[in-house]
């Protein structure tokens, strides 16, 4: 029966899915780590050096290195890539590449003989991406919701913030006007990408389109007064929008077992993908992705936005709109904790919790070693009410997942209250994570068998693109392998620390 590839790109990396819908299983999957696997372009973490810690930028041309390397591993390891029907995939969103008037011949010319990097470096008019992580654009988005308001948010989901691909634009054409002016094309990952599978230019969905303070959700298409008002001939630049099959896959890719002709859907933003590999595209279920982020993200049931502002609307991939609370300091923050606390995951995930009781005696930590995106606060440093440098490390930890945990609570009250929680990501996998979640938020969390939902959404999708129905590749996909039931004893104790989280995002960073 037929196979479906999903791709996800990631900040940290680049993975990629196959799944037998028919079978309901995964055939195989293969990843490329960019710190291990590529260290020639300098992006350990997926990013690059910068002296200016509020720039978080990425090279384009390692994620088409990842692409040629995740196809070549999936090929060797034994998966009968000819039996792929159509391919699907996302991006990290809000990330930017900046293409040049070469870029379709080049994408139409691709030879087998070449890789991607060495075929597709002549047409990048910047030479680096802005990503996700940047927050160097507080100026631009300071113009931006001086000139629209609240029609900002209302109409484009979201009022202006920095790492959006529109005050991203608007920086470059006002620092770089001559690079400006030499960009034909301005993608995003999630485009550019499937872009170069196609071999021609392939639309922005919704889902991803939506990060970008230039969709307005209420027609679907761009904003012209927005986007006149971003950048000089920034409507003439960008992609059109669209869901469903972006095209067929270019004969480039035969060269890894691939057939050229077979549909690729439309791909998305990663939060999107996740939404669906959850299974959490219909309403009523939320989902916390714990990775190099933290997000929490569900299917809207009438469209609505954050009147604190922090919160945005995206367009759901399986119709309708979906909702996300995105922390810049996730997995990344944990990690840093854990190393100066001097333990190993085994106790961070479990032993630290056992040493500890609920509400950690009121000691609470904003772990927000990088500058933060929820709230918005530019200046980076852990934030906490006692002494945390001089606390034992399971304190330490505690305090660090908790504040996590109930920050995403504060920030995630204009979405619903929800008592069923999906949780996806690398630290999903933390028994003591999962059940400070269910604890702080009083619902029931759940774990789900595959880890890597984005590369699942992505396949799915392009399952669905080809006619297979959402709702049998959920059952099969997405079963709930573990629980956790929120302990009631619990709640009036995180109830009570919810106030403290308020004031804590206010306080100044402590060394």
Request: proline share 6%; net charge negative; glycine share 10%.
């Amino acid at each position: 029966m037929a196979y479906y590839l999903g791709i996800d790109s990631s900040t940290q990396s680049l993975k990629g899915l196959v799944i037998d819908p028919s079978a309901g299983r995964i055939v195989g999957d293969a990843n490329v780590n960019f710190k291990a696997d590529l260290p020639q372009y300098n992006c350990p973490d997926g990013v690059l050096a910068n002296a200016d810690p509020l720039v978080k930028h990425a090279d384009p041309l390692m994620w088409l290195a990842a692409l040629d390397l995740m196809l070549a591993r999936l090929q060797k390891s034994g998966v009968a890539m000819e039996r792929v029907a159509a391919i699907g995939g996302d991006g990290q969103q809000h990330g930017s590449v900046y293409l040049n008037d070469t870029f379709s011949n080049a994408l139409a010319e691709l030879r087998r003989a070449a890789l991607l990097p060495e075929q597709l470096k002549g047409t990048l008019a910047r030479s680096t991406s802005p990503i996700w992580m940047d927050s160097s654009t507080s100026a631009e988005c300071r113009e931006l919701d001086g000139q629209f308001g609240a029609r900002l948010q209302t109409d484009t989901g979201s009022p202006a913030i920095e790492r959006f691909t529109g005050a991203q634009i608007r920086k470059f054409a006002k620092t770089e006007p001559e690079r400006y002016a030499q960009t034909a094309r301005i993608h995003l990952v999630s485009s550019f990408l499937c872009s170069v599978l196609i071999g021609e230019d392939a639309p922005i969905d919704s889902g991803d389109g939506a990060g970008m303070n230039l969709l307005n959700l209420k027609t679907g298409t761009w904003d012209a007064d927005i986007a006149a008002f971003t950048a000089p001939g920034l409507l003439a630049k960008l992609p059109k929008v669209a869901n469903g099959v972006a095209g067929t896959l270019h004969p480039y890719f035969e060269k890894y077992g691939l057939r050229a002709g077979i549909p690729v859907a439309v791909w998305t933003g990663d939060n999107p993908a996740s939404l669906v590999g959850t299974g959490a595209w219909g309403a009523g279920v939320a989902v916390v992705s714990l990775g190099t982020s933290d997000t929490f993200f569900a299917a809207l049931d009438t469209f609505r936005t954050d009147p604190e502002g922090c919160g945005h609307v995206f367009g759901n991939p399986a119709g309708g709109c979906m909702s996300l609370a995105c922390f810049k300091n996730g997995s990344l923050a944990r990690d840093r904790v854990r190393k100066e606390a001097g333990v190993e995951w085994a106790f961070f995930d479990k032993t630290a919790f056992e040493m500890t009781s609920a509400g950690n005696g009121g000691g609470l930590a904003l772990p927000w070693f990088e500058a933060e995106i929820t709230p918005p606060v530019l200046t980076p440093g852990l934030r906490a009410n006692f002494d945390f440098g001089a606390a034992t490390p399971e304190v330490r930890v505690r305090a660090a997942v908790e504040g996590q945990a109930l920050a995403l609570r504060r920030h995630a009250q204009w979405i619903g209250a929800f008592k069923q929680i999906r949780v996806t990501g690398g630290a999903s996998k933390s028994p003591g994570i999962r059940q400070t979640l269910a604890d702080v938020f009083q619902a029931r969390v759940e774990s789900i068998a595959v880890a890597d939902s984005a590369a699942l959404g992505g396949a799915m999708l392009a399952a669905h693109a080809d006619g297979v129905p959402l709702e049998q590749m959920t059952a099969a996909f997405s079963p709930v392998t573990a629980v956790c039931e929120p302990r009631p004893e619990h709640a009036a104790v995180y109830d009570s620390l919810l106030p403290v989280i308020g004031e804590l995002e206010k306080a100044m960073p402590k060394g």
